[in-house]
Antibody
Framework: QVHLVESGGGVVQPGGSLRLSCDGT????????MHWVRQAPGKGLEWVAI????????YYRDSVKGRFTVSRDNSKSTLSLEMDSLTPEDTAVYFC????????????WGPGTLVTVSS | QSALTQPASVSGSPGQSITLSCTGT?????????VSWYQQHPGKAPKLMIY???NRPSGVPDRFSGSKSGNTASLTISGLQAEDEADYYC???????????FGTGTRVTVL
């Protein structure tokens, strides 16, 4: 049974930084690409970033390139998202997710963690 | 990468069938059979309802079905039930360095 739990959300001022984490249990974490997906209040879902199982490949949506860094520690089954130069437009619930059994589909999600960028 | 286009809202009475559309381009929906659909209730994480255009994960009622024609995918909910009232999002694989794009979302209301 896949279980994902995000943490690290909170309130941060514009220009500030925050580090999110996602702990994965119930599956072989090291075998799966991991994603971050976000949802601004009252808005739709946005894919944010992916990191491949061995960390050799990482992709980001254009609006976060150069500001966000995705990483993982397979020994701890932990996914991270380092967010710098935050703007109010980054305010959202951030979910970690993966394609566990469904090809190219997000079949497992954490409950999300809220990031609020405000002065 | 632009979001896939979905109608903002669709409504129906209990027992009716409704169809939600999801329009993309020849680079995403039209190019791959990796369209998925998600149901999201307020304050909850999304739940996968359909993957690979037509496949239902275990536990999803067969009232939910998916299809695709050209650059447009569709989700049909048959025998609408009160519990189906939620937001629905489509998503497509793009094969690019921005590998996934979600739709704008459709709010389903059960009258």
């Amino acid at each position: 049974q896949v279980h994902l739990v995000e943490s690290g959300g909170g309130v941060v001022q514009p220009g500030g930084s925050l580090r999110l984490s996602c702990d994965g249990t119930g599956f072989f974490f090291r075998d799966y690409g991991m994603h971050w997906v976000r949802q601004a209040p009252g808005k739709g879902l946005e894919w944010v970033a992916i990191i491949h199982p061995d960390s050799t490949t990482k992709y980001y949506r254009d609006s976060v390139k150069g500001r966000f860094t995705v990483s993982r520690d397979n020994s701890k089954s932990t996914l991270s998202l380092e967010m710098d130069s935050l703007t109010p437009e980054d305010t959202a619930v951030y979910f970690c997710s993966l394609h566990y059994t469904s090809p190219r589909a997000f079949d497992s999600w954490g409950p999300g963690t809220l990031v609020t960028v405000s002065s | 990468q632009s979001a896939l286009t979905q109608p903002a809202s669709v409504s129906g009475s209990p027992g009716q069938s409704i169809t939600l559309s999801c329009t993309g381009t020849s680079s995403d929906v039209g190019a791959y059979n990796f369209v998925s659909w998600y149901q999201q209730h307020p304050g909850k994480a999304p739940k996968l309802m359909i993957y690979e255009v037509t496949n239902r994960p275990s536990g999803v009622p067969d009232r939910f079905s998916g299809s695709k024609s050209g650059n447009t995918a569709s989700l049909t909910i048959s025998g609408l039930q009160a519990e189906d009232e939620a937001d629905y999002y489509c998503c497509s694989f793009t094969g690019s360095s921005h590998p996934y794009v979600f739709g704008t979302g459709t709010r389903v209301t059960v009258l």
